[in-house]
């Protein structure tokens, strides 16, 4: 099925909507506060639940889960909320007694729930990425702008002091026009071993086929697919550059003001059609901008043992200006590595991170909550002036090493700016971008060291192959 026929079974295809203003907008500034729609609510879609809710203008007014025992959980905390198992009944039976709906599902739901609501006028809090195709990234943009609705996606740390800062020192020119990024994790959620067989019964306190959604119908099998494993899968996650992809890539994206690539390419195993590469190598061509040379090359990394060794991530040592090569952690699995700030000594690459490779030396940016540091001809230089100074003139005050007091930010920012009050800074203008560019190099890891070329403004690859890939039917369910 297609996205718009989908959307026409449920009543909302955008043909049977009058546009108008962000009408639930209208209502929330009416109230002078904000009712909530909360669609997943386990791991992730709890922490987003927890960080929305705790603005004081906010009433969870719904929650939605196909997981029973997450939608308990849920419920206890805000007992005066509805509860639904379907997003699409919540949205039909609530569209009047809700403001604004937060996505926190798998990312293969992201585009149909969001759409639906966003297709009634809603603002919209999605998870990262935006969408699990490219097409959908698109829609999403589009009727966004077209809806003028309040939009971010969830990049908390898009609102960190640390990454502002980098943005601001990087476009004040500090190591002049940009012509390399660098970046890495070590985690993986990808999967290389065997497809699993057999059949396993459903959980009862699980929807099977609510949580298929829109994707095809597969059996359940136990520990496979809910509750964790899901971003490992190609029809239902988006692997490591589509979750730790999105924050470590978002400083240096933003700071270059880039768009789309023009080519790329991973370096990754041939696929299976179940799993995501345990490793890949993803390497991207930009077309220049204000801060970058006329071409602008990014290289990802991300597996168990990244990055791989390079010149330009080789680092001083002691602060004495002797190159030292990265010291890599093994770690191997996606959990073993946390938000939880973990503070890379000097010599040390971190475990996660950005390298810009500019004219006049590099800049490292460690994920996260650590300042970046100036390179030059191998030793690392002060910059504390020139942090001190855009600090000051773009009140950035003092940094805070609190994840848990930091990271709500993002989320209140939503919040006010449904109020009227403020401006998001992670719209779905620069989400979809964003999201598109990290979903082109998942697609080239269906195609092996294989440099595609991607049109933006026709939406499509010169390799006829690779767009089979830019988006998928939807499934009645």
């Known amino acids: ?228 494993n899901w971003r490992k899968l190609v029809d239902y996650g988006c692997g490591t550059l589509g979750d730790m992809g999105v924050h470590i890539f978002d400083t240096p994206y933003n700071a270059l003001q880039l768009d789309v690539p023009l080519t790329v390419k991973n370096d990754c195993r041939e696929p299976n059609g179940f799993g995501y590469p345990e490793k890949n190598k993803v390497t991207y061509e930009f077309p220049g901008t204000a801060y970058t040379t006329e071409r602008l090359k990014w290289v990802w990394y991300d597996g168990p043992g990244a990055p791989e060794d390079h010149e330009d991530l080789k680092l001083p040592k002691n602060g004495k200006g002797e190159a030292s090569k990265a010291k890599k952690k093994k770690n191997n699995k996606a959990g073993d590595i946390s938000l939880d700030a973990k503070i890379a000594e000097k010599g040390q690459l971190p475990e996660q991170g950005a390298m810009f490779i500019g004219e006049k030396g590099r800049l490292l940016l460690p994920h996260f909550m650590q300042l970046p540091s100036k390179i030059v001809n191998g030793k690392y230089v002060d910059i504390s002036d020139e942090i001190a100074k855009i600090s000051k003139e773009n009140n950035l005050g003092e940094p805070i090493r609190n994840y848990k007091s930091e990271g709500p930010k993002h989320y209140h920012q939503f919040v006010e700016a449904c109020l009227g009050r403020e401006k998001c800074s992670a719209p779905f203008s620069y989400a979809a971008r964003l999201t598109e560019t990290i979903l082109l190099g998942v697609i080239a890891g269906r195609f092996p060291n294989k440099t595609l070329h991607w049109d933006s403004k026709a939406a499509k690859f010169s390799e006829e192959e690779a767009n089979a890939f830019l988006e998928a039917p939807y499934r009645e369910f």
């Not at 996505?103 to 919209?124: F, L, Q, Y």
């Not at 502002?164 to 012509?179: E, F, N, P, R």
């Open 1 to 228: 099925m297609k996205k718009r026929e989908f959307l026409k079974i449920t009543g909302l295809a955008t043909s049977g909507i009058l546009v108008l203003p962000s009408l639930s907008w209208s209502k929330a500034g009416i109230h002078n506060r904000l009712r909530t729609a909360h669609i997943g609510v386990g791991n992730m879609g709890l922490e987003d639940l927890k960080a929305i809710s705790s603005h004081e203008l906010v009433d969870v007014v719904a929650l939605c889960d196909v997981d029973s025992n997450y939608l308990a959980n849920a419920h206890s905390m805000h007992p005066k909320a509805k509860t639904f198992s379907d997003y699409r009944v919540m949205l039909q039976l609530m569209e009047d007694e809700i403001d604004a709906v937060i996505v926190s599902t798998p990312d293969h739901t992201h585009a149909p729930a969001s759409i639906m609501a966003m297709n009634m006028n809603k603002p919209v809090y999605c998870q990262k990425p935006l969408t699990h195709h490219v097409s959908e990234a698109r829609e999403m943009n589009k009727l966004a702008a077209e809806k003028k609705l309040v939009t971010q996606m969830g990049i908390q740390v898009h609102s960190f002091y640390d990454y502002k800062l980098a943005t601001l020192l990087i476009q004040s020119g500090i190591i002049g026009k940009v012509h390399t990024v660098r970046a890495w994790s070590p985690k993986n959620w990808g999967y290389d071993g065997p497809i699993p067989k057999g059949v396993d019964p459903v959980p009862e306190d699980l929807d099977w086929n609510l949580w298929l959604g829109t994707s095809k119908v597969k059996s359940y099998k136990e520990d496979v697919y809910h509750p964790g």
